[in-house]
């Protein structure tokens, strides 16, 4: 069966210091991936996505996320986090076919908190 | 840039009430979605809407849930009568297609609906 799982339910990192989210599928072939952010009472904002090709892909407000197919994870990354960094991340995948789980499978969510 | 609308923003209402979500997704979308996240939970499918009539659904979304496309514009959730675990953040999606790169749903900002 397909899933998600993102194992840190919540991360604190010092501004300026790196970051990486961690995030692990299960899916019967090669996966669409997503990493959305979503701010305190804020909506799904997309930062990247995977579809194919080069493995690593860069998002918007300067993240990248790395897909291995061999661990079967696309961790989300990045060099040097801002306050205003400070949300909720979540992986998703698809396309999924058929059943009830609409097109796209969710995490639970990684919060993330950033230290002056 | 087009984007997902959802009104409003926040819906308080009282046990047993009827309510409705009302979404407007991307113009040029085929495929609308809605998803709920219940505080301090993950995003969960509700249901999944094509041509008019629903095409997927998860378990969450029984007789009390309904769906509709009334017009040209605008996509609906109903909620006959709301119970008290009803209440969570109610998001609208869409997307081009659900294969390929048409697999990317594009979110609204989200409805909170707080059932008292």
């Known amino acids: 069966a397909q899933s998600v799982t993102q194992p840190d339910i919540h991360i604190t990192v010092s501004e300026g210091a790196s970051l990486e989210l961690r995030c692990n599928y299960s899916?019967?072939?090669?996966?669409?991936l997503f990493w959305y952010v979503q701010s305190p009472g804020q909506g799904l904002q997309l930062l990247l996505k995977y579809f194919s090709g080069d493995t690593l892909v860069q998002g918007i407000k300067g993240f990248e996320a790395e897909f291995k197919r061999s661990q079967s994870s696309f961790n989300l990354r990045k060099p040097s986090v801002h306050w205003s960094d400070a949300a909720e991340y979540f992986c998703a995948v698809g396309p999924i076919y058929g059943g009830s789980q609409g097109n796209l499978i969710f995490g639970k969510g990684t919060k993330l908190s950033v230290k002056p | 840039e087009p984007e997902v609308t959802q009104t409003p923003s926040h819906q308080v209402t009282q046990m047993g009430q009827e309510v409705i979500l009302r979404c407007v997704p991307i113009?040029?979308?085929?495929?609308f979605y809605w998803y709920r996240q219940i505080l301090g939970q993950k995003v969960e499918f509700l249901v999944s809407f094509y041509n008019n009539e629903i095409s997927e659904k998860s378990e969450i979304f029984d007789d009390q849930f309904s769906v509709e496309r009334p017009d040209g514009s605008n996509f609906t959730l109903k909620i006959r009568s709301t119970k008290l675990e009803d209440s969570a953040m109610y998001f609208c999606?869409?997307?081009?297609?659900?294969?390929?790169?048409?697999?990317?749903?594009?979110f609204g900002q989200g409805t909170r609906l707080t059932v008292v």
């Open positions: 899916y019967g072939a090669t996966p669409y």
């Open positions: 999606a869409s997307s081009e297609g659900t294969g390929g790169a048409s697999t990317e749903a594009f």
């Open positions: 113009s040029n979308h085929l495929y």
